[in-house]
C-alpha cells in the first residue's frame, strides 16, 4: 500500500473581475456584513469566458480585520456555456494594508494575503472536467476589481 498522492498545481486560468460600490450592511448575526456587487470582468486560460454583471461577493469582516470572502458570479463562454463560479477565502493583513485597499490605494499584493477556493458549476459535457476539479487562487485587491490566477490541485 502507498499513501495518499503529494498535490500539486497546475496554472489553469487568470481572472479579472470588475466590482461596483461596496453596501455596508453594518453589524449582522453573522458579523459586519458587506456586500460588493460584480458588473463584469473576463476569464482567460483553460477556458474563455465574459463575467455577466449578475454576481456579488458577500464578505464579512472579523474584529480583527481579516475579510471572510464568498463570491459568486457567472461567466458566459463564446459557445453560450454558463460556468458558475464559486469563490470562498480570506483577505488579511495588517490593519494600515487593509484600511488603505478599503480606500481604493494601490498595494504591494506581497503586503496582504488574499487566497481563494474556486468551485464551478456548468452544464453539459464540453466543461464538466471543471466540475471534477478544486482551484485555488492568489489573487489581487484594486481599486474597482479583483484579478487573480487560478491553478487547478492535481
Known amino acids: 500500500m502507498t499513501g495518499a498522492p503529494v498535490p500539486g498545481l497546475e496554472h489553469a486560468f487568470d481572472v479579472e473581475v470588475a466590482l461596483g460600490a461596496l453596501e455596508d450592511h453594518g453589524e449582522t448575526r453573522q458579523g459586519h456584513r458587506r ?40 461567466a458566459k463562454t463564446p459557445d453560450g456555456a454558463h460556468i458558475l ?27 496582504y494575503y488574499f487566497r481563494t477556493v474556486l468551485t464551478l458549476e456548468a452544464g453539459g459535457e464540453e466543461h464538466a472536467e471543471l466540475q471534477r476539479t478544486i482551484f485555488i487562487a492568489s489573487a489581487v485587491r484594486e481599486a474597482d476589481r479583483v484579478t487573480y490566477s487560478a491553478y487547478r490541485v492535481t
Open 35 to 74: 456586500v460588493v456587487p460584480i458588473v463584469g470582468g473576463s476569464v482567460r486560460g483553460l477556458f474563455d469566458a465574459e463575467i455577466l454583471a449578475s454576481g456579488a461577493d458577500w464578505q464579512i469582516v472579523r474584529p480583527d480585520g481579516t475579510i471572510e470572502v464568498d463570491a459568486r458570479y457567472t
Open 85 to 111: 463560479i464559486h469563490a470562498t477565502g480570506v483577505r488579511s493583513g495588517p490593519p494600515a494594508v487593509l484600511e488603505a485597499l478599503l480606500r481604493g490605494e494601490a498595494m504591494d499584493p506581497s503586503a
